[in-house]
């Protein structure tokens, strides 16, 4: 079964075919339609399209979950063909995508923009955790919304936040329930009563000194418990046991709430069908950090989580790198060279209460990198950015953004 022409007419426009109809996939999708590009299709099998940076406030008590999700099909920017599918393979060679449901769809352009699947799996227990009534995560739509009745209910006990090892979407943000929760519990006055665990991979809170002495200030403020450089490494719903470590080094935790987000990785078809490079154990795909084409098949391009960019992944890195993308790939498309360059720019606001926000940006170096650049203090805990973080940008994907104008 073949979802389209093969091969394209002589003087027919472009197939281009984008794998994945999240923030990447549309964002994209949405510019080339502006731009006239070709004929695109998205593969995206999910119905249900989710702004994941609500997720957060939604576990941390602070927006409805509602506010979170729209139908996928009221997203998919107009003109642009939805196949409620998903990628099995890809061949290159070929300029092939086999489905899952054993269709194909040809392509002359291909966009990769499949993010990154959560890999509860590889942590022994915690899918069980999670089923479990104490098991909660901002990670997933159904467990943020679980979360915020059952943070928001707790008068006492030990809470264990964790956070994943890189690479993560957005990573840091498994932080931003724990702040908005120890706000929570101090404002009606039972935080003295609550323990808050929080374990982190990294040996700071974030890895950038000016951000991590913010986050250091709240971490404090708080009285929450810092293991640095540990990872989760399994856990025990039944006992509610959990262990971590770093190297030898291991400790054995109880809790009464578990916040947990997973080990991520790409999907496995892309290492599969040869889109990734050989040495990379994460399987994402292998492109010129600075054009988004695949170093191997120029065919091929890739933005969002599942891309290798060497940045921290983010909600506003796909938003750069979408312009990149769609610039360098309509120039080809018009004989020329690709020429725009993505510097690395990514973003990570971190909810630090229920009013204020650090808001980080930085580029692939790790340097600071504020939207307004004369504003060098702009990442410092502020009402503002709240503001523009829970109101502004809630609006401005929506409404903007998947329909490639922001």
């Known amino acids: 079964m073949v979802d389209s022409p093969s091969p394209a007419d002589a003087g027919a426009p472009p197939r281009i075919v984008i794998v994945g109809g999240g923030n990447a996939g549309l964002s994209v999708a949405g510019r080339l339609q502006r731009a006239r590009a070709g004929e695109i299709t998205v593969i995206e099998p999910r119905e249900q399209h989710a702004y994941a940076p609500l997720q957060s406030h939604i576990a941390g008590g602070a927006a409805r979950a509602s506010l979170a999700v729209r139908a996928q099909a009221d997203v998919i920017p107009p003109g642009v063909r939805w196949l409620r599918d998903e990628a099995f393979t890809v061949d290159a060679e070929a300029r092939r995508v086999h489905l899952v449901s054993g269709g194909r769809v040809d392509y002359d352009q291909l966009v990769v923009c499949?993010?990154?699947?959560?890999?509860?799996?590889?942590?022994?227990?915690?899918t069980e955790a999670m089923a479990a009534p104490e098991g909660v995560s901002?990670?997933?739509?159904?467990?943020?919304?679980?979360?915020?009745?059952?943070?928001?209910?707790?008068?006492?006990g030990t809470v264990v936040f964790t956070q994943p090892p890189e690479p993560a979407s957005c990573g840091a943000a498994a932080q931003k329930p724990m702040y908005l929760a120890c706000d929570w519990w101090r404002a009606i006055g039972v935080r003295d009563d609550i323990r808050v665990v929080f374990v982190c991979p990294d040996p700071v809170p974030f890895g950038i000194p000016a951000i991590d002495r913010e986050l250091q200030r709240k971490l404090d403020e708080y009285g929450i418990e810092v293991r640095y450089s540990r990872e989760l490494r399994e856990v025990d719903a039944a006992t509610r046991t959990l262990v971590?470590?770093?190297?030898?080094?291991?400790e054995t935790l109880s809790y009464d709430?578990?916040?947990?987000?997973?080990p991520q990785r790409a999907p496995e078809w892309i290492a599969g069908s040869g889109l990734a490079a050989s040495d990379d154990p994460q399987g994402l795909v292998d492109v010129d950090p600075e054009t988004l084409r695949h170093v191997r098949y120029p065919e091929v391009w890739a933005v969002g989580d599942a891309a290798r960019v060497a940045t921290r992944p983010s909600g506003g890195a796909i938003r750069q790198q979408a312009k990149t993308l769609v610039k360098n790939l309509t120039a080809v498309l018009a004989g020329r060279a690709p020429t725009s360059r993505y510097d690395g720019y990514s973003v990570v606001p971190f909810t630090v209460s229920r009013g204020t926000v650090v808001f980080a940006e930085f580029d692939r170096r790790g340097r600071l990198q504020p939207t307004i650049p004369f504003w060098r203090s702009l990442y410092r805990e502020r009402r503002s950015t709240w503001i523009a973080d829970r109101r502004v940008l809630p609006w401005v994907y929506w409404h903007l953004i998947l329909r490639g104008r922001a």
């Open 114 to 126: 499949a993010g990154l699947r959560m890999a509860w799996e590889q942590v022994p227990g915690l």
């Open 257 to 262: 709430v578990l916040h947990a987000v997973p």
């Open 138 to 156: 901002n990670y997933d739509f159904t467990l943020a919304a679980k979360a915020s009745p059952v943070l928001r209910d707790l008068r006492a």
């Open 244 to 250: 971590i470590g770093h190297g030898e080094t291991v």
